[in-house]
């Protein structure tokens, strides 16, 4: 996507619009906590934006892990990344958010993406050592992840919350973490599709009909708003590039499937909504939704 948004932004005879249901990346859109120096400007050289999203991006999720900190009880946290952009990003939105909470954020280190267990046991030990009340890990299980959970199993007091992004909402964090994977939160933008509005619940249903089970995986309710929302811009238009952007970013939907959400000025969907799912006894269960307020995403 990084790589493809300046392209269309330039195209010939104007800006091409795109849209996507499961991007999250907070620099496409936006300035601030998760961005990287130069973000968003990258993604739209002409000046004028033409991406639009239909999730949450990762600014608002890690605004909800600073959330879920506190509700846990903790006023002192630590956050863990994978080096990697996306990991890089969470990190830094949680801490922003939870320094705009009161939290106090003690530490912050990047784990070994090569199973480096002297490296992750020595983070697990700092951690250990700031007496933090909760732990954020940003990243996922295949790149360090699980080992990074394992280590802190090894030294974790008791009362200590761990919590997780959405690359952790994995088979692999069960089945790889296993013991340590045990009483983690795991953040993920929108909501699971038993907990969809009603149109969206009877999309899911429908499709599993034609198509069988887990056709209705993740993103695929999200991918179908996007078409719509996409037709209908086109629909509006007077059949012009720069007609179709305008009717895009003018997008205002009720009741849809995801629900009822606007196009801020900026691309993003209005929609906050995260969700927090729980690992207990080697299953992942849907916990709750956070929607953090404005001022804790920068906006």
């Known amino acids: 996507v990084r ?3 300046p392209t269309l932004n330039r195209a010939p005879g104007g800006p091409l619009a795109a849209i996507s ?7 496409l859109t936006r300035a601030g906590p998760g961005a990287a120096p130069g973000e968003p400007r990258t993604y739209a050289p002409t000046g004028t934006p033409s991406f639009v999203r239909l999730t949450a991006p990762d600014n608002v999720q890690g605004a909800a892990d600073a959330v879920l ?3 846990s009880g903790a006023r002192r946290v630590y956050a863990l990344d994978d080096g990697t952009p996306y990991g890089l990003g969470l990190s830094a939105a949680f801490r922003a958010a939870a320094a705009r ?11 070994s993406t090569d199973d480096d267990r002297g490296h992750d046991g020595r983070i697990a030990a700092r951690v250990r050592g700031s007496r933090a009340g909760a732990v954020f890990l940003a990243g996922g299980p295949d790149y360090g992840g699980v080992a990074m959970l394992q280590a802190l199993r090894r030294v974790r007091p008791a009362g200590v919350q761990n919590l997780a992004s959405d690359g952790f909402r994995s088979p692999a964090t069960i089945d790889a973490g296993r013991r340590a994977a045990d009483g983690l939160l795991i953040s993920s933008s929108g909501l699971p599709n038993e907990k969809l509005p009603v149109a969206g619940r009877r999309f899911a249903a429908q499709l599993r009909a034609v198509a069988g089970a887990g056709a209705d995986g993740f993103g695929t309710v999200g991918a179908a708003e996007s078409v719509d929302v996409l037709l209908d811009a086109i629909g509006r238009s007077d059949g012009t590039r720069r007609s179709v952007r305008r009717e895009l970013f003018a997008t205002r939907v009720r009741d849809g499937l995801l629900g009822t959400f606007a196009i801020a000025p900026n691309g993003d ?12 006894a080697g299953a992942m269960r849907y916990a709750q939704t956070i929607a953090p307020p404005p001022r804790l995403t920068g906006g």
Do not use: P
């Not at 909470?101 to 784990?111: K, P």
């Open 3 to 5: 790589n493809l948004l």
């Open 21 to 27: 249901s499961v991007t999250t990346a907070a620099g």
């Open 69 to 71: 900190a506190r509700r």
């Open 101 to 111: 909470l009161g939290l106090d954020v003690v530490g912050r280190a990047t784990w």
């Open 269 to 280: 969907t209005t929609m906050r909504t995260i969700s927090i799912y729980r690992v207990t």
